[in-house]
């Protein structure tokens, strides 16, 4: 038997990376998924991409950091499935660059999505998972960056770590309520993603030129080599699957050896 059979998964900011990749995973282990995103264009492959292999998908467009649209995407994902097991707040934005020479709305505009928006998953998802008689489970994407100081990603940094620290609070909220809910955060470290090539873009911090995982992975991951969004994914399948039974308020690291030490190969 898959590992989902007969849940329903929640994963925003899925049109692509690793929540196009929590998608493809979900599906393939059971799960009827929802992809929320901005991006329609995506979004809507993947919903084509995943029901013609013959998996459960629907794709509704959202703005994670608009409350006035959580409402209507959890109602639906209800009337729709009738029940919520699983809800994974991916939707997240990187700006690169000085935080001395970052705007403020830039600084508002990075929280909203990064930081606002797993408030609102928890404060729409985690209602939805209660009507249930299940429990359910919460991931939040963090990173290692919010584990540890980032150059040229302060603000970035200060967001992720926020949302480390709010998964071990509502851990500890579901907890006292008994309802079976866990709450953990998985801490990528450098992923194949287009977070890079953004970052030379105007909203992604206006870099002179986009960034290599290769490169960066190369000088700066114990295992030598960026991981695949796919990595990733496996670990919010774990979390999101009854394997994962015990565990709430903790931090999955899924970094190459990132956050461990360096390494001087042979």
């Not at 990749?21 to 995103?37: M, N, S």
């Not at 801490?187 to 993603?193: A, C, E, Q, R, V």
């Not at 992604?204 to 991981?227: E, H, I, Q, T």
Request: charged share 20%.
């Amino acid at each position: 038997m898959a590992l989902l059979t007969d849940k329903v998964a929640f994963i925003t900011g899925a049109a692509s990376g690793i929540g196009a990749a929590c998608a493809r995973v979900l599906a393939g282990e059971g799960a009827a998924v929802v992809i929320t995103d901005i991006d329609a264009t995506r979004g809507k492959a993947l919903e084509a991409e995943i029901t013609s292999a013959g998996g459960r998908a629907v794709f509704m467009v959202q703005d994670v950091a608009d409350e006035d649209g959580w409402k209507h995407c959890v109602d639906e994902t209800m009337r729709q499935f009738g029940r919520l097991d699983v809800a994974v707040a991916n939707a997240g934005i990187a700006i690169f660059g000085p935080v001395l020479d970052m705007t403020l709305a830039d600084w508002r505009r990075q929280n909203a999505v990064n930081l606002d928006g797993v408030f609102l998953t928890a404060k729409y998802c985690i209602p939805a998972m209660r009507k249930g008689a299940r429990g359910g489970s919460l991931v939040m994407i963090s990173s290692v960056a919010g584990l540890r100081g980032s150059g040229l990603l302060a603000g970035y940094s200060a967001s992720k770590g926020a949302v480390r620290l709010f998964a071990k609070s509502m851990a500890m909220e579901c907890a006292a309520a008994g309802d079976s809910i866990r709450v953990n955060s998985v801490h990528p470290g450098i992923i194949l993603t287009p977070i890079w090539e953004k970052a030379a873009t105007p909203g992604g911090g206006g870099l002179n030129a986009p960034l290599n995982p290769y490169d960066l992975a190369s000088a700066g991951v114990p295992l030598g080599k960026p991981a695949d969004p796919t990595e990733i994914a496996n670990g919010v399948l774990f979390l999101a699957s009854d394997l994962s039974t015990h565990m709430t308020g903790a931090e999955l690291v899924i970094d190459g050896g990132m956050t461990a030490g360096t390494v001087r190969r042979r």
